[in-house]
């Protein structure tokens, strides 16, 4: 992926995303699926709101790709065509496909660290 000059002058300013401050943030509702710009949600009430990295433009019309990159910013799974934060990364392991969003911190580093072949 191909980072633009400002998205990449993000990351230097904002190092994690508590690094945003309160009043620039956005926020994604996973109760009821909407970005809002407080907390708690102004739609349901939900009070557990994961901060939205501002590189998210939170749409894919990508239903599958072959391989992820990772936000400069935040470090989660984006979408290499367009960016988006939405999305699933499943890997292959002993046989089964499994999501990852449940392993932990180490095991996710140890699926970024992998090198990927291509076999022609």
């Not at 979408?79 to 934060?85: A, I, L, R």
């Amino acid at each position: 992926m191909n980072w633009t000059p400002e998205q990449l002058s993000l990351k230097k300013k904002y190092p994690t995303l508590e690094d945003i401050p309160v009043e620039e943030r956005r926020y994604k509702c996973h109760t009821c699926h909407h970005v809002v710009d407080e907390n708690p949600c102004p739609c349901c009430g939900e009070t557990e709101l994961e901060i939205m990295c501002p590189l998210d433009h939170c749409h894919c019309s990508h239903n599958i790709t072959e391989t992820i990159e990772y936000c400069p910013l935040c470090g989660k799974p984006i979408c290499p065509e367009c960016g988006s934060h939405d999305v699933s990364q499943v890997s292959r392991v002993t046989g089964y496909l499994a999501d990852v969003s449940g392993w932990n911190q180490g095991k996710q580093q140890e699926l970024k660290d992998r090198s990927r072949y291509t076999v022609a």
